[in-house]
């Protein structure tokens, strides 16, 4: 069964940092992009970096450049999102998509071309 599952949202002060993980479970994620997407209340789904599984190369949304950092470790089938930094701005539940690419481009930011989706993780930063 193709899973992908995140973890590692919760709470945390505004300048605090956190760590979110997108394991992917029955596939190998070789030859695709991966990104991480987050949706506040009442917004829409936004991108916020991608990188390709094969080659390594991100991109990042404008509002995130500088604080957050993706990577990804292909023996543990997992992706990371390293978010430092933290805004209240930042508050949404994150999740992480699939799809199949040898190399990311800044479109892999667009969520309306992935089609493998996680359940999602909160992120809250308040004070």
């Known amino acids: 069964q193709v899973q992908l599952v995140e973890s590692g949202g919760g709470l945390v002060q505004p300048g605090g ?3 979110l993980s997108c394991a992917a479970s029955g596939f190998t994620l070789d030859y695709y992009v991966i990104g991480w997407f987050r949706q506040a209340p009442g917004k829409e789904r936004e991108g916020v970096s991608c990188i390709s599984t094969s080659l390594g190369n991100a991109y990042y949304a404008d509002s995130v450049k500088g604080r957050f950092t993706i990577s990804r470790d292909k023996a543990k089938n997992t992706v990371y999102l390293q978010m430092n930094s933290l805004k209240v701005e930042d508050t949404a539940v994150y999740y992480c998509a699939t799809v ?3 190399s990311s481009g800044r479109f892999h930011l ?3 071309i992935y089609g493998n989706w996680g359940q999602g993780t909160q992120v809250t930063v308040s004070s």
């Open 17 to 19: 940092s956190l760590r």
């Open 100 to 102: 199949r690419a040898y």
């Open 110 to 112: 667009n969520p309306q």
